[in-house]
């Protein structure tokens, strides 16, 4: 849940929905996750449909900037 926490905090600096699904408790769910997306970790990012990474992954994009550029570049306004 501490992974999940981050991702989450992470990604709320920026202003958009987040729509987190709870893949521990359905083993099928979990595997499947790891499956669609060819990443053994969880929790996973999702921004548009498309999967951008783990929490490492997500926490680096985001000290950098990258994870901004990648929600900005959807052009959708979540302010309104």
Request: hydrophobic share 35%.
């Amino acid at each position: 849940m501490r992974l999940l926490r981050r991702n989450c905090r992470n990604t709320r600096q920026y202003n958009v929905p987040i729509h987190a699904v709870d893949v521990l408790s359905d083993p099928t769910l979990r595997e499947a996750i790891k499956t669609f997306s060819d990443w053994p970790t969880i929790p996973q990012l999702y921004i548009g449909g498309r999967f951008v990474g783990g929490c490492d992954i997500v926490r680096e994009m985001h000290a950098t900037g990258e994870l901004g550029e990648l929600i900005s570049a959807l052009h959708i306004d979540y302010t309104s």
